[in-house]
Every structure is written in C-alpha cells, then in structure tokens.
C-alpha cells in the first residue's frame, strides 16, 4: 500500500463485527428464548434490560419490539413462501434468523437489502445447521423480490 489510509465502503460498517451485528445475535437470543420458553419476547428484552450487565443495544431492542409489532406478517410472509416448509417444522433458531431479516428487509429502510440477507445468512452459518444458510439465503431472495414489486 501507499500509505494512505482507505476508506472503509459504506457497506463495511454492516460487516460481522459490527456493533449492529452484536446487536442483531443479542436480539435472536432473546427472539429464540421467548419461542422457546413460549413467552412474550418484550418481557424478556425487558428483563435483560434490568440486569444492566451487559448492557442491551439500543438497535437490539428496537429489533425485538419491530418483530413483534410485526409478528403477524412476518410470519405470514415466511409462511407464503417457504416453499415446503411450515413455521413449525422451520428450526427455531432459523425461525427467529428469518423474523429479524424480514423485519429489517421490509420496514427497515436505514440499511441495503443486501445487507440483512448477509447478515441473516451470516447468523445462520454461524448458529444453525450446514443447509440453513442456503435455506435462509433463497428464502430471503425471494422475499427481496416480492418487496420490489
């Protein structure tokens, strides 16, 4: 190199270390334990948020309480077009991977589409299972194509 210090792209401030993918993974644990555990995800962002230590994100938040505000047609969509599969039989960590990208992809407009499909793909490889990245990769393709319609 010359010397000169670059410039990072404006997509590299989204990139896996960011504080928004820490902020992303901290929201799919409390996202996957309230499925799990079958309770109200704003009780337990709520609780996570009284222990102070560690501290919740402000986007981590912000992410849970857009993806139960918008529950219902986020899983309505990922019900449409998960071609063969049912929420139920979805893996509930993937589950939970494609209600945050959903959320971010569709009312989310601070950040490139994509952005969260990387980031949901990126989550996915690194928490599910071997075919859940290409899972969650063409499921979220073809919801990006039906929100540019």
Known sequence: MNGEATQPTSAAKWRHGS?????RKRALDILYEADI????PLQVVQLRQERVEPPVATYTVELVEGVCARRARIDELLSTYAEGW???RM???DRNI????VYELMWRNDL?????IDEAVSLARELSTDESPNFVNGLLGRLQLV???
Do not use: N, Q, S, W
């Open 37 to 40: 555990r079958g309770c109200d």
């Open 19 to 23: 504080a928004r993918h820490k902020a």
């Open 86 to 88: 049912t929420l139920a």
């Open 98 to 101: 494609l209600r945050i990208a």
């Open 91 to 93: 893996a509930a960590v």
């Open 112 to 116: 490139p589409d994509p952005v969260a």
């Open 147 to 149: 929100k540019e319609l």
